[in-house]
């Protein structure tokens, strides 16, 4: 069979994403119909395996009423999100900016900054949290919470030692993030940079007006990266949530629901996000 | 040119370097305390990342008496290497081990081969629809894992898959698996950064499509491989979320999983600790567990991969800025 060049070139194409496109169906596609149709009925076990009766929103409704952890596990990994990630991409660019400066044992300490990225996913970093040892120990050693007391009425003081404890968690869960703006750093051309200083530009200018607007894309990117994995982090409470009420109280309708509301809400603050850098991008 | 205005010019270049010379005295104090401030920065960031885990060295050689102990805060007395030792026999070491290789280093190696496939697909080739196949990528990067998890629960348990690797290494061959949308992304953007002349010559001498990619760009594309391969390697390793949905026998738990079920050994010489080991957690906050043993467990289960990283450290950091991950 003689096809012509264009032809050809299609069918190549789709012959290296076929494999993808068979994916697609088998583990995304048809799992996420088939979860939303769970959504919409009761699923009992019988012997020739799940029975289904439509019951129409009602497992919606359950989560909105009945459930009295669904609506408060929600806010609160909103409120977490709204912290962490405006400290997490600060501390990462912050962080890359560091380590793009050529100096002495640059791969030292590049090795140790990503050291994160190899712990801090998933059950190491968790016992190591309950055991209080991913906390710095000034907290507790120096009596700081007494100390300051002194000086920050107590109302004030604690939030603010909350938030700096936190910040040693953020540290930990921005190991990617200071991999993806370093190797964008390193994507700016050095002449931009040499043209500034001859013009006399400080650092200072040379940040806001050179580095800062060319990460632009790369702030929009590791946005959807951090706020992502958050969201399909296991020790989220949404997610534990969702495995007790299928694995352990095996409804499974019920935890399909939950599952695709949580699904319904991600996609609502990503598009929010995608929003505001759209406009921003603009410029 | 006559002598009065040579010199003058002399008398002018030699000021001008004077000048110059007290304007870099200036630059170089300037950036000796830029410098100071700079490096102390990074030692105290570094010692965040590093201080769990030297905590936990610290931690894990310790005897419970040690940790009641306030005179003692970094060095034990003695080193107690029984914590390694029950914790090896409590988390099955060997088992989970073996397991955990499998899963991780089976998954990676797939995952490079399929996701390193589609990807140079998606970089260059034009086709009808690969807009809406690009979209449908970013999707399935976005989806939560929960919201497919019992339909493809069932699925699996259907074919029989469950107390298997089957539901690791499938996905993974298609380019699916754990976070593999990320791994596609990840090579689309490294082969947009090759240049196109190789491919050309080959395809121009009559080589066909696969073997052109097989042959010249897959060998290319090891920066990108290595980055694929420790993400993949590290986050399957470390993974519970999926090893808990598929692997329901103990026999068959990886290494993370056994770390997860770990709550520390009582054993007879310990339990006469355990008093005041309890005192000390009700401070801490924590559960009275035998906290050196789940520390010696944790850096177990983790010491495969630090042992990795520390090999392919260099050349994963050189991988990431030639990978062009960020590039648009």
Redesign the interface.
């Known amino acids: 069979m003689k096809l012509s060049m264009k032809k050809r070139?299609?069918a190549?194409?789709?012959?290296?994403?076929s494999?993808?496109?068979?994916?697609?169906f088998?583990?995304?596609a048809?799992?996420?119909g088939?979860?939303l149709y769970?959504t919409f009925n009761e699923l009992k076990p019988t012997k020739d395996?799940?029975a289904a009766t439509f019951v129409g929103l009602r497992n919606y409704r359950q989560a909105f009423t009945t459930d009295i952890h669904f609506v408060p596990l929600l806010t609160d990994t909103m409120k977490d999100l709204i912290v962490n990630v405006p400290l997490i991409l600060i501390f990462a660019m912050f962080?890359a900016i560091?380590l793009n400066?050529q100096?002495f044992g640059k791969?030292f300490?590049?090795?140790?900054?990503?050291?994160?990225?190899?712990?801090a996913?998933?059950?190491?970093l968790?016992?190591?949290l309950?055991?209080?040892?991913?906390r710095?120990p000034i907290f507790n050693d120096w009596n700081l919470y007494q100390q300051l007391r002194a000086f920050i009425p107590g109302d004030l003081l604690e939030p603010l030692l909350e938030y700096a404890d936190s910040l040693?968690l953020v540290?930990?869960d921005s190991g990617v993030q200071i991999?993806?703006?370093?190797?964008?750093l390193?994507?700016i051309s050095p002449a931009l940079y040499e043209a500034a200083k001859m013009d006399g530009a400080t650092g200072w200018e040379i940040f806001w007006k050179i580095t800062f607007p060319m990460l632009i894309?790369?702030v929009f990117?590791n946005t959807l990266f951090t706020i992502?994995n958050s969201?399909?982090n296991?020790d989220n409470g949404?997610?534990n949530h969702?495995?007790h009420t299928?694995?352990v109280s095996n409804n499974?309708a019920y935890?399909?629901t939950?599952?695709?509301l949580?699904?319904i809400f991600?996609?609502m603050v990503?598009g929010i996000v995608f929003l505001a850098f759209r406009r921003r991008m603009a410029y | 040119m006559n002598m009065p205005a040579m010199r003058s010019v002399q008398t002018a270049v030699q000021k001008k370097l004077t000048v110059d010379r007290r304007f870099l005295y200036m630059r170089r104090t300037r950036s000796i305390a830029e410098?100071t401030f700079?490096?102390l920065?990074?030692f105290t960031?570094?010692f965040?990342?590093?201080?769990?885990?030297l905590?936990?060295i610290s931690?894990s050689l310790m005897r419970p008496s040690d940790i009641a102990d306030a005179t003692i805060r970094w060095i034990p007395k003695s080193f107690e290497l029984n914590n390694y030792a029950e914790a090896f026999k409590s988390i099955n070491y060997f088992n989970g081990l073996i397991n955990s290789a499998w899963i991780s280093l089976g998954s990676a190696v797939l995952q490079i081969i399929?996701c390193s496939?589609?990807g140079?697909?998606?970089a260059?080739?034009?086709?009808?629809g690969?807009g809406l196949?690009m979209a449908?990528?970013i999707f399935?990067?976005?989806?939560?894992?929960?919201?497919?998890?019992?339909?493809?629960?069932?699925?699996y348990s259907?074919l029989g898959w469950i107390n298997t690797l089957f539901p690791f290494i499938f996905?993974s061959?298609?380019?699916?698996g754990l976070k593999g949308a990320l791994f596609?992304l990840i090579f689309i953007q490294f082969y947009r950064g090759l240049p196109k002349v190789m491919e050309e010559a080959a395809r121009i001498d009559g080589a066909g499509?696969?073997r052109t990619?097989w042959t010249i760009m897959f060998p290319l594309a090891k920066p990108a491989m290595i980055v694929v391969f420790l993400?993949s390697v590290?986050?399957h390793w470390?993974?519970?979320?999926q090893p808990?949905?598929y692997l329901l026998i103990p026999d068959y738990f990886n290494l993370?999983?056994n770390?997860?079920t770990f709550h520390g050994n009582a054993n007879a010489d310990s339990l006469q600790q355990l008093g005041q080991q309890v005192q000390q957690s009700d401070m801490?906050?924590?559960a009275p567990t035998l906290?050196n043993q789940?520390?010696a467990?944790?850096m177990l289960?983790?010491l495969p991969?630090?042992i990795l990283?520390l090999f392919v450290?260099?050349a994963?950091?050189q991988g990431?800025?030639r990978?062009?991950?960020?590039?648009?």
């Not at chain 1, 996913?121 to 190491?124: H, L, M, N, T, V």
């Open positions: 070139h299609i190549e194409g789709y012959a290296f994403i494999i993808w496109i068979v994916g697609f088998l583990f995304m048809v799992p996420l088939r979860s769970y395996g799940l962080s560091l400066r100096s791969t300490f590049r090795g140790v900054f990503f050291l994160p990225v190899i712990i996913s998933g059950i190491a968790r016992k190591l309950q055991q209080g040892a991913a710095l040693t540290m930990w991999l993806i703006f370093l190797a964008a390193q994507t894309p790369i990117v992502v969201f399909t296991p949404i997610m969702l495995l299928v694995f499974y935890g399909s939950i599952g695709w949580y699904f991600i996609f990503l | 410098n700079y490096y920065l990074l960031l570094s965040v990342f590093v201080y769990p885990l905590y936990m931690q399929s496939f589609i140079y697909g998606f260059r080739y034009q086709f009808p690969k196949w449908l990528l399935t990067f976005l989806v939560p894992p929960t919201t497919i998890v019992v339909p493809l629960y069932i699925f259907d996905p061959a298609m380019g699916f596609v499509a696969f990619y993400f590290v986050w470390n993974d519970v979320f808990n949905m993370a999983q770390l997860a801490l906050g924590s906290m789940i520390m467990a944790v289960t983790i991969i630090l990283y450290q260099r994963f950091v990431i800025e990978s062009g991950i960020a590039g648009e």
